[in-house]
């Protein structure tokens, strides 16, 4: 059984580009979260996401970050207009179901963006 | 507050020595998870086990197991018999709140406690 799959894994934008990551959850699973972790420091939430829904961005700037799980395809977080400051290990993690907080995410090999 | 404390930003440990990493968390809902969570220098978040906050018993998972002490509102990883390859930073993260409020679905995760060990 794959696991979370994400791609890239590394990334590298010039300032004032746009970044595109993509997440494929585990088969089964149909909740999708995207966390952010700057270095040397742990996972900060951003979003959960559902098929065609987002269920919570409280963790996501307001500007230049947005998030989609559409009906067919993988979850995409984009960033546009990249700065320097966006650099991080961007990790989505899934889940089989948000009946209880006994459900464990899972977590992909995150993708490393750099912004130059 | 902290929702998830992690005092130990570094702890070494002999091999075949047993560890406990220490998490203490804050939260004023009744229901909870806490999770930790491994992550080698390679960088991937490998899930290590799962203590729910009416969970009877400690969890166990092979070397691993959840020392849970609710009053305390502690929940400490203990590895037994460390391996070389157990070397990486270990997170405590929580899940709280129902799930029809909409938002008890987040991980807060703490800053994480790198373990080396040594021959």
């Known amino acids: 059984n794959a696991g979370v799959m994400q791609n890239p894994r590394h990334l590298v934008r010039r300032r004032g580009q746009e970044a595109r990551l993509r997440c494929s959850p585990m088969?089964?699973?149909?909740?999708v979260y995207w966390y952010r972790q700057l270095p040397e420091e742990g996972l900060k939430f951003m979003v959960y996401?559902?098929?065609?829904?987002?269920?919570?961005e409280s963790g996501m700037p307001k500007e230049r970050f947005s998030a989609e799980f559409p009906k067919e395809g993988p979850s995409i977080l984009r960033i546009q207009q990249v700065v320097r400051g966006d650099s991080a290990a961007y990790f989505c993690?899934?889940?089989?179901?948000?009946?209880?907080?006994?459900?464990?995410?899972?977590f992909g090999p995150g993708t490393r963006l750099t912004v130059l | 507050a902290q929702k998830i404390t992690q005092t130990q930003p570094g702890m070494f440990v002999q091999e075949k020595e047993a560890v406990t990493l220490d998490c203490t968390y804050d939260t004023s809902d009744p229901s909870y998870g806490l999770f930790w969570y491994k992550q080698p220098s390679s960088g991937e978040m490998i899930f290590l086990i799962y203590?729910?906050?009416?969970?009877?018993q400690n969890a166990t998972e092979g070397r691993y197991s959840l020392n849970f002490q609710k009053a305390r509102k502690s929940a400490n990883l203990v590895i037994s018999a460390s391996q070389l390859g157990d070397s990486a930073m270990y997170f405590c993260?929580?899940?709280?709140?129902?799930?029809?409020?909409?938002?008890?679905?987040?991980?807060?995760f703490g800053t994480g406690t790198q373990l080396k060990v040594e021959l």
């Open positions: 203590q729910g906050s009416y969970d009877q």
């Open positions: 996401l559902q098929k065609e829904n987002i269920i919570d």
């Open positions: 088969k089964g699973h149909s909740h």
């Open positions: 993260a929580m899940r709280e709140g129902p799930v029809l409020t909409g938002g008890g679905n987040k991980l807060t």
């Open positions: 993690a899934s889940s089989p179901a948000a009946a209880g907080w006994t459900d464990t995410q899972y």
